[in-house]
C-alpha cells in the first residue's frame, strides 16, 4: 500500500468476501486483521483483484520473513533514489550555476534530448513502482499517492519533452525543461519512504522482542534421559527441565524442585516470583535460581506468550473512532487534490502571461507531490503501535485502539476489592503475646490446632508458621466447633483457639485482650484468641490484607484528577476499614456480583466516564457494563473476554500506567494529526501559488518533493517517541 487512499480499496476488497464480518487494513503495519469465516485463499485473491498482494502472516517464521522482505525493500529504495540522484543532483547544481545550454540551439537541444531519455530511465527505474500503482488504481476507479507522484513527475517529463522536440511551440520565456525536478523528486521521496520504513520498523519493537523470548528448543525428560529438542517437537503432558539462567519453553505446573522465575516480561513487576511443587510457570520467563522439573500444560498457540502476542497484533491493527474518521477524510483526498490541481493549472494558464504555460506545469505539479496524503494515514496507526507495543511491554495487555483512547477519558475508576484492592487470599496479620509469651510460641499452638481443620483461615496460619520456620507439633483430641473455633491437647495441656465465646465457654477470661480484639475487628481483621491450660496466653488475627502498594496506586488516580469508588459485596464495617486504609472517596458494599453491573450504570447515568476494575471473573457484567473493563490478574488468566484491557501483574499501578499511557498516546496522535493537517493546509496554498501575487514566491517541487517525504519522517518518529514513555515508578526505580 503506498497511502491512506489504498486503505479503503483493500478494506473494501476484503469486505466483499463472502463470510467476512469485518476487515481492518493497519496502513502504518501494512497488514489486515480480518474476522469471519473465509478461506485464506479467496482472502488473498481480493487483494490481489484489488492490484495489491498479500501472504498469511501465522507465526514466529511468518513474522522474521516479513522483517527480512521489509529489509530487502528499504534496500531496493536505496539504490532507486541514488540511481535518480545521480542524474538530479549534478544538474540542479549546473542549472543553479547558469551553466546548462539553451534548448533552442542545435548543441543544447541533443543535451536536452540525451537527458530526456536519461530520464525515462530513472521514471522507468526509481519511479516505476509509482506508475504501476497508479495503473492499477486507475483500472479500479481509484486514485492514490502513486497517481499523484506519476502525475506530477509524468507531466515534467512530458513537458520538457515537448519544450526539447518543439522548442517553437512554447514562448521563450517558458522554454525551460524540468528534467531534474522529475528526478530529484523520485530521490527524495525514495529515501523518504526508505526512512520511513526503517522507522516504522521501530514501532513493531514490542512484537518483536515479544516473539524473542520463545526459546527454539526445550530439554524434554524422555526414557530416563534428557534430551534437547526443538519447541515444535514438545507434547502436552511431558516433563521438562529447566536450569538456572534459562527461559521456560513452554506453560506447565512445577512437579520437583524449587526457584525463583523473573516473570517481569509478563507482569511488569521487577521481583522474582518463587516457585515450588504445584506452581504455574509461564513460557519466556526467566528461571533465576535453582534446577526444577515441570509438566507441559500448553503449547504451540495456547501458550499465554502466544496469546500476548496474538493480542497486542489485533490491538495494534484495530482503528479507534479517531482512526476511522481520518480514513474517511484520507479516502477523498487524493481525488481532491487532483481537482485543486486541475484548477492550478487551468488558473495559471489562463490569468499569467508568457509564463503561464510553464508556471502552470510548476504549481501543478508542485500541488500533486505536496499533497500526498502518507502523513494523514500513518498519523493515528502508527501511534497506536506504538502505545499499545509499550503497554505489553509494561504488563498491559490492550485488546483494542478503542479502549486505548477511551481510557484516557475516564472520570471514574471502580474497584473490586477481594484480589484487586486486596492481596485475595487470608493472611495472618497481627500476632499478639501476654505474660512473656512470645509471637512463636501462639503461632506453634494456633498452627499445630489449625494443621487438623479444614476452615479457610487454616491454611493462612500454617503458612505463617512455615514462614517463620517454626516446628509445628501434633495436636491430640482435636475437635472443631462451628461457629466459635477449634479444641485440642498439646503436651497433655487443653489448647483453644477461637473466638470469646469459645473462650468464656471454657471459663477462660479474655478481658487482657479484650481491648486488642475490639481494635482488631474494627480494621476489617478476624480476632482469635489462644488459650493455654485454662488462660489466655495471646491473640492472633487473619484477614485479607491491603496490597502493599495499593494505596501509593489510588494516590496516583487521584493526582489524574479520578474519583476511586469501591464496590464489594463484603459487608459495610469490613468494606469502609479498607476504604479508610487506602484512602478511597466512595464505598458500595453488599452487593451481589450480578447487581455490580447496575452500580456502574448508575454512574455512567450521572454523566461518568467510567472504568471497572476487577478479576474478569464474579466482575465480568461489571466489566463489560463499563466504558472500560480492566482486568486485574496473576499474569497467567489473560484470556478473560469481558475486559478491554488486561493487567498482568497485580498492582493497581496498572491502572495508572494504563492511563497514563492512554493519554500519553491520545495526545500523540493529535500531534500527529495536527501536524499532517497543517501541513497539507498550509502547502497546498502555497504550492497553487496563493503567495505569488502578494510575494513573488513560486514553491519549488523540489522542495515539495523534500517537505512531503519528511513529514511522514517525522509523524513516524513522533510517535517512536511512546518507545520512551515511562511511568512514574519505573522513573523512581
Not at 522529475?182 to 525514495?190: M, R
Request: proline share 4%; glycine share 8%.
Amino acid at each position: 500500500m503506498s497511502c491512506a487512499g489504498c486503505v479503503a480499496s483493500v478494506e473494501s476488497a476484503l469486505q466483499a468476501v463472502h463470510g467476512v464480518e469485518s476487515a481492518t487494513v493497519n496502513f502504518a503495519e501494512h497488514t489486515a486483521l480480518v474476522q469471519g469465516e473465509a478461506p485464506l485463499d479467496d482472502l488473498i485473491s481480493a487483494v490481489k483483484a484489488a492490484g495489491y498482494d498479500a501472504a498469511a502472516l501465522r507465526g514466529l517464521d511468518d513474522e522474521t520473513e516479513k522483517e527480512a522482505a521489509e529489509y530487502a525493500y528499504y534496500r531496493q529504495l536505496l539504490r532507486k533514489a541514488l540511481v535518480a540522484g545521480t542524474l538530479g543532483v549534478p544538474l540542479f547544481v549546473a542549472g543553479m550555476a547558469d551553466r546548462l545550454p539553451d534548448v533552442s540551439t542545435v548543441a543544447g537541444g541533443l543535451f536536452w534530448l540525451y537527458t530526456g531519455f536519461a530520464t525515462l530511465g530513472v521514471l522507468i527505474y526509481s519511479g516505476g513502482h509509482f506508475f504501476t500503482g497508479s495503473w492499477k488504481a486507475l483500472r479500479r476507479h481509484n486514485a492514490n499517492m502513486d497517481t499523484l507522484i506519476a502525475l506530477g513527475t509524468g507531466s515534467a517529463w512530458v513537458y520538457s519533452m515537448a519544450v526539447v522536440l518543439w522548442p517553437q511551440l512554447v514562448p521563450s520565456l517558458a522554454r525551460h525543461a524540468y528534467f531534474e525536478a522529475a528526478a530529484i523528486i523520485l530521490c527524495l521521496i525514495n529515501v523518504g519512504a526508505a526512512l520511513e520504513m526503517r522507522a516504522r520498523g521501530k514501532t513493531s519493537e514490542a512484537i518483536k522482542k515479544l516473539i524473542g523470548l520463545q526459546p527454539r528448543t526445550a530439554r524434554v525428560v524422555r526414557d530416563g534421559e534428557e534430551v534437547d529438542v526443538p519447541i515444535e517437537n514438545v507434547g502436552l503432558d511431558e516433563t521438562l527441565r529447566v536450569r538456572p539462567g534459562e527461559r521456560i519453553a513452554v506453560d506447565g505446573v512445577v512437579i520437583d524442585g524449587h526457584s525463583s522465575v523473573d516473570e517481569a516480561m509478563l507482569t511488569g513487576e521487577p521481583m522474582p516470583v518463587e516457585k515450588q511443587p504445584g506452581d504455574e510457570v509461564v513460557t519466556g520467563t526467566i528461571n533465576t535460581a535453582g534446577s526444577f522439573l515441570y509438566q507441559s500444560k500448553r503449547i504451540g498457540r495456547d501458550t499465554v506468550l502466544a496469546q500476548i502476542i496474538e493480542m497486542v497484533r489485533q490491538a495494534q491493527a484495530s482503528k479507534p473512532a479517531i482512526g476511522r474518521l481520518v480514513d474517511k477524510v484520507a479516502a477523498v483526498f487524493v481525488p481532491a487534490v487532483m481537482i485543486i490541481a486541475v484548477i492550478t493549472f487551468l488558473a495559471w494558464y489562463n490569468l499569467a502571461s508568457d509564463l503561464g504555460l510553464s508556471y502552470a506545469v510548476v504549481a501543478t505539479m508542485t500541488v500533486l507531490i505536496i499533497a500526498c496524503p502518507c502523513a494523514l494515514g500513518l498519523a493515528t496507526p502508527i501511534s497506536i503501535m506504538v502505545g499499545v507495543g509499550r503497554a505489553a511491554e509494561m504488563g498491559i495487555l490492550i485488546r483494542n485502539g478503542d479502549a486505548l483512547q477511551q481510557v484516557g477519558k475516564l472520570t471514574t475508576v471502580v474497584l473490586d476489592k477481594t484480589g484487586t484492592v486486596t492481596e485475595g487470599k487470608p493472611a495472618v496479620t497481627d500476632v499478639l503475646g501476654i505474660n512473656d509469651h512470645t509471637e512463636q510460641e501462639i503461632l506453634v499452638v494456633a498452627a499445630c490446632l489449625e494443621t487438623a481443620s479444614e476452615h479457610p483461615l487454616a491454611a493462612a496460619i500454617i503458612a505463617a508458621a512455615r514462614q517463620r520456620d517454626l516446628v509445628v507439633p501434633e495436636i491430640e483430641q482435636f475437635e472443631a466447633l462451628s461457629g466459635l473455633g477449634v479444641v485440642g491437647r498439646l503436651a497433655g495441656q487443653q489448647v483453644l483457639l477461637g473466638n470469646a465465646a469459645l473462650l468464656n465457654q471454657h471459663k477462660v477470661d479474655v478481658t487482657p485482650l479484650q481491648a486488642d480484639a475490639d481494635r482488631l475487628a474494627a480494621a476489617a481483621k478476624t480476632p482469635m484468641y489462644v488459650a493455654f491450660n485454662g488462660r489466655v496466653i495471646g491473640l492472633l488475627a487473619v484477614a485479607d490484607p491491603v496490597k502493599p502498594d495499593s494505596a501509593a496506586a489510588i494516590g496516583r488516580l487521584h493526582k489524574l484528577g479520578l474519583r476511586v469508588t469501591l464496590l464489594t459485596g463484603d459487608n459495610e464495617e469490613t468494606a469502609r476499614a479498607v476504604a479508610h486504609q487506602v484512602n478511597l472517596d466512595e464505598v458500595v458494599a453488599e452487593v451481589r456480583p450480578e447487581d455490580k453491573d447496575s452500580v456502574v450504570a448508575e454512574l455512567q447515568a450521572r454523566g461518568e466516564v467510567v472504568a471497572m476494575v476487577g478479576d474478569g471473573i464474579n466482575d465480568a457484567p461489571a466489566l463489560a457494563r463499563a466504558d472500560v473493563g480492566l482486568a486485574i490478574g496473576s499474569g497467567t488468566d489473560i484470556a478473560i473476554e469481558s475486559a478491554d484491557i488486561t493487567l498482568m501483574g497485580g498492582s493497581l499501578h496498572g491502572v495508572a500506567d494504563a492511563i497514563t499511557l492512554s493519554r500519553a498516546t491520545v495526545r500523540n496522535i493529535k500531534q500527529n494529526l495536527f501536524g499532517a493537517f497543517i501541513y497539507n493546509s498550509i502547502g497546498i496554498p502555497v504550492a497553487a501559488g496563493v503567495l505569488y501575487p502578494l510575494m513573488g514566491l513560486l514553491l519549488s517541487p523540489i522542495i515539495a518533493g523534500a517537505a512531503m517525504a519528511m513529514s511522514s519522517v517525522t509523524v513516524v518518529s513522533n510517535a517512536n517517541r511512546l518507545r520512551w514513555f515511562r511511568s512514574p515508578r519505573e522513573v523512581r526505580s
